[in-house]
């Protein structure tokens, strides 16, 4: 039998305490900011063979900006990704619950140092990327993948188990593109009993996810899964992300996320990033999210630890 992660839900525990969560922001801008070459179809899992340091480092950085809660860098850290490098199974599955290992460790650390001036541990959310992103072909921004519920379950489970077992505290279901894979995520949830997780989508616009489904839809289909702590969206700019949570907000009365991008813009054709990333803009526009109903807010693309400090500034002084 699978242990539980959590006896009780850990977000709403929380937002007794405080009336707003602040998520960590993005863990691949940060480990290139440390060295780090994230050029490769494992994306930030890669460092977890080259460099596991630079993560913990990274975590550190973001629980001294205040963050209440550290996703794990098992995005992109999948068995069949892993496999394909030449690792077997249970090397593979071994590296997925060193993602919670590591961010467990720069909690643990950061706890000791200010304790005396938090009112609860800040959690470690076990990512749980996309099925898209370690196809590494684009369709983990459409959902466009054409494949069955089986074979979703058969990619997903493995990694969902691991991250359980490792002990997070969480699942963050996250930047999730197709209904299809978010409905075969939370149906795989209920395997493992007393685990809680949030689902965040990525957007096509302020109504829709990726893949086309309303987020009406979106939200009325789950409002009836106990194990899922929160709703919302990440990896979009801020504008979307806030009529994003607005159109929820009418629709569910779950907590709602939401974490953005900085500000800038992505041009896939050069591959580089152009535009605003004002932490101080950031800051600002988190006034709207809270107004439009969101309670759990941090960073995406491009966000660091300097976006995180000022949201935790602003709302939890």
Same mark, same amino acid.
């Given at each position: @039998?699978? @242990?539980?992660?959590?006896?009780?839900?850990?977000?709403?525990?929380?937002?007794? &305490?405080?009336?707003?969560?602040?998520?960590?922001?993005?863990?691949?801008?940060?480990?290139?900011?440390?060295?780090? /070459?994230?050029?490769?179809?494992?994306?930030?899992?890669?460092?977890?063979?080259?460099? #596991?340091?630079?993560?913990? &480092?990274?975590?550190?950085?973001?629980?001294?900006?205040?963050?209440?809660? *550290?996703?794990?860098?098992?995005? &992109?850290? !999948?068995?069949?990704?892993?496999?394909?490098?030449?690792? $077997?199974?249970?090397? $593979?599955?071994?590296?997925?619950?060193?993602?919670?290992?590591? *961010?467990?460790?720069?909690?643990?650390?950061?706890?000791?140092?200010?304790?005396?001036?938090?009112?609860?541990?800040?959690?470690?959310?076990?990512?749980?990327?996309?099925?898209?992103? =370690?196809?590494?072909?684009?369709?983990?921004? !459409? +959902?466009?993948?054409?494949?069955? /519920?089986?074979?979703?379950?058969?990619?997903?489970? #493995?990694? @969902?188990?691991?991250?359980?077992?490792?002990?997070?505290?969480?699942?963050?279901?996250?930047?999730?593109? $197709?209904?299809?894979?978010?409905?075969?995520?939370?149906?795989?949830?209920?395997?493992?009993?007393?685990? =809680?997780?949030?689902?965040?989508?990525?957007?096509?616009? +302020?109504?829709?996810?990726?893949?086309?489904?309303?987020?009406?839809?979106?939200?009325?289909?789950?409002?009836?899964?106990? &194990?899922?702590?929160?709703?919302?969206?990440?990896?979009?700019?801020?504008?979307?992300?806030?009529?994003?949570?607005?159109?929820?907000?009418?629709?569910?009365?779950? #907590?709602?996320? @939401? =974490? #953005?991008?900085?500000?800038?813009?992505?041009?896939?054709? !050069?591959?580089?990033?152009?535009?605003?990333?004002?932490?101080?803009?950031?800051?600002?526009?988190?006034?709207?999210?809270?107004?439009?109903?969101?309670?759990?807010? +941090?960073?995406?693309?491009?966000?660091?630890?300097?976006?995180?400090?000022?949201? $935790? /500034?602003?709302?939890?002084?």
């Amino acid at each position: @039998m699978i @242990m539980n992660i959590h006896k009780s839900n850990p977000i709403e525990e929380i937002l007794n &305490q405080q009336s707003v969560l602040i998520l960590d922001g993005a863990l691949a801008t940060e480990l290139e900011a440390y060295g780090c /070459d994230l050029d490769d179809p494992l994306w930030s899992a890669k460092v977890l063979l080259e460099h #596991p340091e630079a993560i913990v &480092q990274v975590h550190k950085d973001y629980f001294r900006a205040g963050a209440d809660c *550290a996703i794990t860098a098992s995005y &992109q850290a !999948t068995v069949e990704g892993f496999g394909e490098r030449g690792l $077997s199974e249970k090397e $593979s599955v071994a590296l997925i619950k060193r993602t919670v290992e590591l *961010a467990r460790e720069a909690r643990d650390e950061v706890w000791e140092e200010s304790a005396s001036s938090r009112n609860f541990k800040p959690l470690v959310a076990a990512s749980v990327g996309p099925y898209g992103a =370690y196809l590494a072909d684009g369709s983990e921004y !459409t +959902g466009n993948y054409e494949v069955s /519920d089986e074979q979703l379950i058969a990619f997903h489970r #493995p990694r @969902m188990k691991a991250l359980v077992e490792a002990g997070a505290d969480l699942l963050a279901l996250e930047t999730m593109p $197709s209904f299809q894979e978010a409905r075969v995520l939370v149906s795989l949830l209920k395997e493992f009993r007393g685990t =809680y997780a949030w689902l965040s989508f990525t957007l096509k616009n +302020g109504k829709e996810i990726s893949d086309g489904t309303g987020l009406r839809v979106c939200a009325e289909g789950f409002n009836g899964e106990d &194990q899922l702590a929160a709703i919302g969206v990440n990896c979009s700019s801020m504008e979307t992300a806030a009529e994003a949570v607005q159109v929820l907000s009418q629709f569910t009365r779950k #907590p709602l996320l @939401m =974490y #953005p991008n900085s500000g800038e813009v992505y041009d896939a054709k !050069t591959n580089t990033w152009h535009g605003d990333d004002s932490s101080d803009s950031f800051e600002s526009q988190s006034e709207l999210w809270i107004e439009r109903g969101a309670s759990i807010i +941090g960073g995406c693309c491009r966000t660091n630890p300097e976006h995180i400090r000022k949201l $935790s /500034d602003k709302w939890k002084a």
